[in-house]
């Protein structure tokens, strides 16, 4: 898979924090072990439990990255954080990015059975930050929603979740997870 893409944004990223730590305060229950996962082919780095799976898909303008407790590969998983990076949002959508993620949470907000928490808008040096907090049928779930200032024409999600009756055993664990460097800068500046 090409990454001439993301050449375009080669002033863009370095770390992009989730902070699911500003939306979930629990105590860890056991000690977990992390692990480094590359998000390829970007290069980008996120802290993975050892015995999570991680499987990618990306396409000429999305990027996803999946860590999961079960293997998405092989089918749905119950317990995991999905990464996403979108380019090209108003070229594709006719919407800024900021509009785009506004949709979303707006639809979210109104599908979702329970809306636990949201965040305010926060900026990230060249990134703009909200995130929303439900639960939809049996999951609970966290988005955490960006998208490029600027004019930097580009949205993204981090999405926590898991079974609502596992959640407290899982947020210590997503929090953990909540510092993701999306791209090796490294990479493309040789």
Aim: include cysteine; proline fraction near 4%; charged fraction near 25%.
């Amino acid at each position: 898979m090409p990454v001439r893409p993301l050449m375009k944004f080669s002033v863009f990223i370095a770390t992009i924090a989730i902070a699911v730590s500003s939306c979930v305060q629990t105590a860890p229950r056991h000690t977990t072990e992390f692990v480094t996962q590359i998000l390829e082919p970007t290069g980008g780095k996120v802290q993975r439990p050892k015995d999570w799976f991680y499987t990618e898909s990306h396409n000429s303008y999305s990027y996803t990255w999946i860590l999961s407790r079960e293997d998405a590969s092989k089918a749905a998983y119950t317990t995991g954080v999905r990464i996403q990076l979108i380019e090209g949002v108003k070229r594709r959508t006719g919407k800024t990015p900021k509009e785009f993620i506004e949709d979303f949470v707006r639809t979210k907000k109104q599908s979702a059975d329970k809306v636990l928490n949201m965040c305010d808008e926060s900026s990230q040096g060249m990134f703009s930050r909200i995130c929303l907090e439900t639960e939809e049928g049996p999951h609970h779930i966290l988005y955490s929603l960006f998208w490029g200032n600027d004019g930097l024409d580009i949205a993204g999600a981090t999405i926590a979740g898991t079974k609502k009756e596992l959640w407290d055993d899982y947020a210590p664990i997503f929090n953990a997870m909540s510092q993701v460097e999306l791209i090796d800068m490294s990479r493309f500046t040789k």
